[in-house]
């Protein structure tokens, strides 16, 4: 099977949502229309940060698939009324995604949403917030590079 049809784990759903959901990312998102560069530098963090292998069309193609299916389950969600339950109800990770599209920004709202911690189970750099939870490191935490 060739790499690019791998499906996407949670773990790795998890960090492009962690890369994703930094600031200057967004940014930089929302700016440019041309943003396989922008792309490149997010699959390079992925593996850099949480050890996730893929590559800039992999995350973009997510990227975008994450967008349409968030937008898709709040419509159904409003079609549907209040009484057919939230919005996570059709999206796996619908809170994740509402905390990095809100106008606000705030991916605090996404970590409580999930009820976890922000912290990844292996050591990263300093930017180790955002909906990220448990993913393999290539290397285990203790090994000295």
């Known amino acids: 099977m060739e790499s690019g049809l791998r499906p996407w784990g949670e773990a790795e759903v998890r960090a492009l949502l962690c890369v994703w ?5 967004r940014e930089r998102l929302k700016s440019t229309l041309r943003n396989k560069c922008i792309f ?9 940060k949480f050890g996730v292998v893929r590559n800039w069309k ?5 990227y975008k698939n994450l967008k349409y299916d968030y937008k898709t389950a709040k419509s159904a969600h409003a079609a549907a009324g ?8 059709y ?10 599209l809100s106008p606000t920004g705030s991916c605090s709202k996404a970590l409580s949403a999930t ?7 292996t050591k990263t ?10 993913a393999r490191r290539t290397k285990p935490s203790g090994s000295v590079s």
């Open 115 to 121: 009820g976890s911690s922000a912290t990844p189970s």
């Open 21 to 25: 959901a930094d600031r200057s990312v």
């Open 40 to 48: 490149q530098e997010m699959a390079r963090q992925m593996q850099r």
């Open 58 to 62: 992999q995350c973009r193609t997510k």
């Open 82 to 89: 209040s009484g057919a339950g939230g919005p996570g109800r």
């Open 125 to 134: 750099s300093s930017t180790s917030t955002g909906p990220f939870r448990g």
């Open 91 to 100: 999206m796996k990770f619908f809170e994740e995604v509402e905390a990095i």
